[in-house]
């Protein structure tokens, strides 16, 4: 059951940090036995360097993909049943592209990613995969003219260029990720939604009574962040409401704010918001309060 929970993650997860670079469907039928593709990623056709943010993740989008993450160790019929997917695909395009009687440019093919928490050397080998130049330890590639990567999670470097993938990872490797997403600045455009995203996913395994052990470390681990995560917002929302009643009791006190003194104002803490509240009741005009900022350096 949980496995259920942990695909619904990763799918919301890939298309929230993909989303911004391009066409993201989740779940995409393909012909055959109705297949499913996790995740198929067409890249916009203005390339951004931003996607350099996402690191390794972000360099696997470069190119229209397939990615399709696993949560259990991928199995050998199940990286078969990826790469058949894919030669769908290919095929599909190929139809797509004679009955416009164009041809199928190399680089519109998309690439297959499975991504993996683990994978033996045995099964590595039966797929006569090898090591390329340039590439991190932990992504293993299948002949060229498969186009396929098998990317085994627990041996990427720990490095904040594979922090992406971590996330996907289990046990301690997804744990440390969560701890450095959770140390990112406030600022990084992916870390509240990804944190969001873990979580839901913390309360969706909480629910579920048939916890596998790497499950009930996951969720110790991300109580105290999610305590904290929830405080921070009620902080939040407190000084915002506060902010927002000091602001009218200045306009009815002592006139228009422009735009500059309300940034000056947004900056201060709950407790010199409060410290502005009572002073204000003594202002009869904007310099009084421009000089109460100055008093206090903000």
Not at 105 to 124: D, F, H, N, V
Request: one cysteine or more.
């Amino acid at each position: 059951m949980t496995r259920f929970i942990h695909d619904k993650f990763a799918k919301d997860y890939l298309e929230e940090l993909l989303k911004d670079y391009g066409e993201v469907k989740a779940s995409e039928k393909v012909s055959g036995e109705i297949k499913e593709i996790d995740v198929l990623f067409t890249p916009a056709k203005q390339q951004t360097s931003k996607l350099q943010i996402l690191g390794l993740l972000g360099r696997l989008a470069e190119n229209p993909a397939i990615i399709e993450p696993y949560r259990n160790p991928a199995s050998t019929d199940e990286i078969c049943d990826c790469i058949l997917k894919l030669l769908e695909v290919k095929a599909l395009l190929r139809r797509e592209a004679k009955a416009n009687k164009i041809k199928l440019q190399e680089s519109e093919i998309p690439k297959l990613w499975i991504l993996t928490p683990t994978i033996s050397e045995t099964r590595l080998s039966s797929f006569g995969t090898i090591q390329k130049e340039g590439w991190l330890s932990g992504v293993h590639f299948l002949a060229d003219a498969l186009r396929t990567a098998i990317v085994a999670i627990h041996q990427l470097p720990q490095t904040p260029e594979t922090l992406w993938l971590r996330l996907l990872g289990r046990g301690s490797i997804q744990s440390q990720a969560v701890i450095e997403l959770q140390a990112l600045p406030l600022d990084h455009p992916y870390q509240k939604a990804t944190l969001e995203l873990v979580y839901n996913l913390r309360e969706n395994l909480r629910v579920n009574q048939e916890l596998e052990t790497d499950d009930r470390e996951l969720i110790m681990r991300l109580e105290p962040l999610y305590q904290r995560n929830r405080e921070q917002a009620k902080e939040e929302g407190r000084q915002e409401g506060e902010k927002d009643l000091i602001l009218r009791l200045l306009h009815r006190r002592i006139g228009e704010v422009d735009a500059l003194l309300i940034e000056r104002i947004t900056g201060l803490s709950i407790e010199q918001l409060e410290n502005l509240g009572e002073a204000l009741l003594d202002f009869s005009s904007v310099a009084d309060l421009e000089a109460w900022l100055t008093q206090h350096s903000i």
